[in-house]
Structures are given as structure tokens and as C-alpha cells.
């Protein structure tokens, strides 16, 4: 019977019972947080625009046996112009489905919601960077401990520019741990997703538009590999 | 548990929508207390709409024929389409007595964060529909929320090359409803979509 003040970026929501919502969002305090938002669902409420994917919000939260409910709302970022333009809608799409499939429930996650509120504020301010999902995909994937090894062999550390690529093994081979699986990627892929990875998500390096299409695939397989999940939201995007 | 006759029904009360245990059980055995024939009748009403109720050839509405009323009726302008993501949007809009076009149902909106795409929806017949039938403006009344605003600008870009007018519902403040209990979100979009006086 306690109440407890959060903050959160919510990532989806659906209906529950009647006129309530579960929405579910990303705290860096508490991982990802399961609420119900109760009445929501009718016209009266001052809730529901508040609740909608993508919005930073502050919370204050009545705490239940299984889902905390929500009893104020306030928006702290709502990223209209990101609403308005559809590749910037689906960037965030990408944003936030990896995020809700890795974040975990009462696990802080710092990290994870620095970057996707980075991510969501750099789509607002627009345009959209051709890379910008590639990027957040790579550091994202690093916020959680699935680093690619990009600068050094993944099977023996050695450090160098290799071009051999295992998503199997995390990250490049030299010649003498390459294994037959292993792709070889074209000429300055490697050194450009080790740049986006080190970049900031507002500001990245200018697109070279021979390589950000063959970039972001390798990130979306890397990802998609070690999580064991299709990026649905992907899909939507490249079709 | 109960009777194997009355768990059956029970359970496949629960299913539906909005109605719990409770409530699966209160109807369970409202309907076998009543009487036999009014119970008859509420299994043949369920019975004769499954069988009898389909799509509409050209609006996806629906209907008991290959096209449905609204599609027949030549008072129809058709060369406005109102697209919506479910048939149950249709009579919503139609109370409303404004709108004297035609209707396209989606089936959906997209969802980019479930993955739901344009393949799970109508949107080829839609292109099809506004190349063949004449039409002059596309009104999107998709629901406003994320996967509705998403899917009304993907029918804007779907449809720029064919040069038809695409429109989307204004969203603002319910009518006789106060200012001060609208959320900021709604507001600001009532603002966007201001008009002149
Ligand atoms: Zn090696
Ligand atoms: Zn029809």
C-alpha cells in the first residue's frame, strides 16, 4: 500500500478489461515497469494522451501484488514532430521493440534509457540520420553485454582490421580463427560501424550511402542472433 | 466446476471481451433458467450471422451480400473514400450523417513495434480501389494514437504519385467537454489543427 514516484518512456500499451490499459515502460530505476492505467480508455480521461508510445513521462504509482497503477501522469516529453514523420515513426519503432525485448522487470537500466531517450530526442529534433537506427542497435546491444567485437579478432583478441565477420562468435576473425561460416563483409564496413558505435546518437558521422544499407543489415542479424528474435519492427520498415 | 454442459458454456462465455468468470457464470445460468426457446433463438442469431455475414467485395464492410449497402447505394459519392481500420467504425461515422462517400476498411493499423506491417492490411486494394473507382480525396479516420497516425502517413506517401487529395480526421477537444481537463497531448494537437473564424 505504498506510493512511489517513477519516471518512464512508455514502449506499448494494450487494452485491459473494459476501459483500462497495461502500459508498459522503460524506468532507469526499476527496468521495465508493467502499470495498468485505470479508465484510460474513455473519452473523459485525462490520461490517455499522456500514455502513448514514445512519451517520457513522470509517474506516480500506487504499488499492487502484480501490476503497480498509475495515479498521476505527467509529460515531460511528448516528441510531436517525431509523430508527424513517418521514417522518424519508425526508427523509434526499432528503438523501442529491442528495448522491450531486453530490458527485464526490477533491474535498473540506466544506460538502456539514456540511449533510447537520446535516440527519440535526436528523431525529434530531425531529419532522420540513415544510421541512426544501425547505431542505436549497436550501442544498445552493448548497454546489455552484447558487445561485437569490432576492433579486435572475437576468437583471440588479437587487435587489428579484419574483414571476416561470425555472427555466431560476436564480431570479426583474424585468419587463423576464421571458421567457415564466417561472412566477409565489404571493404570498410567494419571500421564504419566501429564509428557509429562510438558515436553520439545526435551525432554521427555523415552516411555513406555505399555502406549504411550493409551496415545496418549485419547490426539487425547481430542482434536478431543473439537474441534469438526477429525484429518485427524492421521488417515493417524495409518492406 | 461444475455440470460438464454448464463448464462448457461457461468457459466459452469467459472469452468474450469484457466478461469474467463472474459474469460467464451469472449468463450461464441466466440461460438456463429462461426459457428454452429464447435461449434457442440467441444460438440461432449467433449461428445465422456466422453464416450469413461476409466482406464486402469492394469496402471490406460487412455485409450479407457481395456488396454491401452502402457500396449499392447510388446516392453514394464515390469518388470520396473515408479509410478506417475496423467495419464496426463504419456506422460510428455514418451516425454522424456528414459523410456521403464511400468507406475502405483496413483491417488494422500499422504497428511498427509489434511488427505489424502493410501486408496485414488492406493497403494494394486501396491503391487498386483509388486508380479504378475515380477517386478525388482519400479522408483517413484512423484512430489517433501512434499506429493510427503511422498508418494515415503511410496512405500519404502511398498515395502522393497517384495525385489524389489525402486528408486525415482533425483531432481536438470532445465537444461539451471543459478546456482544463484536456490532457496537454490533446490540446496541442487541437491547436495544430486550429481553424479560422
Ligand atoms: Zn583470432
Ligand atoms: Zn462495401
Redesign the interface.
Known amino acids: 500500500m505504498a506510493l512511489r514516484s517513477d519516471q518512464g518512456i512508455v514502449?506499448?500499451s494494450f487494452p485491459f478489461?473494459?476501459a483500462d490499459k497495461v502500459v508498459i515502460l522503460l524506468s532507469p530505476n526499476r527496468g521495465k515497469l508493467r502499470t495498468v492505467a485505470k479508465g484510460v480508455r474513455k473519452?473523459?480521461s485525462?490520461?490517455?494522451?499522456?500514455l502513448?508510445?514514445?512519451?517520457l513521462v513522470d509517474l506516480v504509482l500506487y504499488e499492487g501484488r502484480n501490476l503497480d497503477t498509475i495515479t498521476q501522469v505527467s509529460?515531460i516529453e511528448?516528441h510531436?514532430r517525431l509523430?508527424?514523420?513517418?521514417d522518424a515513426?519508425?526508427a523509434?519503432?526499432?528503438m523501442?521493440?529491442f528495448v522491450?525485448l531486453v530490458a527485464q522487470e526490477d533491474e535498473p537500466a540506466r544506460r538502456l534509457f539514456l540511449l533510447l531517450r537520446r535516440g527519440l530526442e535526436t528523431l525529434e529534433a530531425g531529419p532522420v540520420h540513415p544510421d541512426v537506427v544501425t547505431a542505436f542497435l549497436v550501442k544498445a546491444a552493448d548497454a546489455v553485454g552484447l558487445t561485437p567485437s569490432l576492433v579486435a579478432c572475437a576468437g583471440c583478441g588479437t587487435p587489428g582490421s579484419f574483414r571476416r565477420f561470425s555472427f555466431a562468435e560476436g564480431g570479426v576473425l583474424c585468419e587463423s580463427c576464421r571458421t567457415p561460416g564466417a561472412y566477409l563483409l565489404r571493404e570498410g564496413l567494419v571500421e564504419y560501424l566501429a564509428a557509429l558505435a562510438d558515436a553520439d546518437l545526435g551525432n554521427l558521422p555523415d552516411a555513406d550511402p555505399s555502406l549504411s544499407g550493409e551496415a545496418r543489415g549485419v547490426a539487425r542479424r547481430f542482434v536478431e542472433y543473439h537474441l534469438e528474435r526477429?525484429?518485427?519492427?524492421m521488417?515493417?520498415?524495409d518492406? | 466446476m461444475f455440470e460438464p454442459p454448464i463448464q462448457r458454456l461457461v468457459d466459452e462465455l469467459a472469452r468474450l471481451p469484457g466478461i469474467g468468470r463472474k459474469s460467464a457464470q451469472r449468463l450461464a445460468f441466466h440461460l438456463l433458467n429462461t426459457e428454452e426457446a429464447d435461449a434457442l433463438r440467441l444460438a440461432d442469431a449467433i449461428v445465422e450471422m456466422r453464416r450469413s455475414v461476409r466482406l464486402c467485395s469492394r469496402c471490406f464492410n460487412v455485409t450479407a451480400d457481395e456488396e454491401c449497402a452502402i457500396c449499392r447505394d447510388p446516392r453514394r459519392d464515390p469518388s470520396i473514400l473515408c479509410v478506417v481500420e475496423r467495419a464496426q467504425d463504419i456506422p460510428v461515422i455514418e451516425r454522424t450523417g456528414t459523410f456521403s462517400g464511400r468507406y475502405h476498411v483496413l483491417g488494422g493499423a500499422m504497428n511498427p513495434i509489434a511488427g505489424i506491417g502493410v501486408e496485414e492490411l488492406r493497403m494494394r486494394e486501396l491503391v487498386g480501389r483509388v486508380e479504378t473507382e475515380h477517386v478525388a480525396e482519400v479522408i483517413v479516420a484512423t484512430n489517433p494514437t501512434l499506429e493510427g497516425d503511422t498508418t494515415a502517413m503511410y496512405i500519404s506517401r502511398l498515395l502522393k504519385p497517384a495525385g489524389v487529395r489525402v486528408t486525415r480526421l482533425a483531432s481536438g477537444l470532445p465537444v461539451g467537454g471543459d478546456l482544463d481537463y484536456a490532457d496537454e497531448v490533446t490540446l496541442g494537437r487541437a491547436l495544430d489543427g486550429r481553424k479560422e473564424l
Do not use: I, N, Y
Open positions: 514502449l506499448r478489461g473494459e473519452t473523459k485525462r490520461f490517455g494522451g499522456r502513448e508510445p514514445l512519451t509529460v511528448a510531436p509523430r508527424t514523420d513517418l515513426v519508425l523509434a519503432g526499432t523501442v521493440e522491450d526477429r525484429l518485427g519492427s521488417a515493417v520498415a518492406a
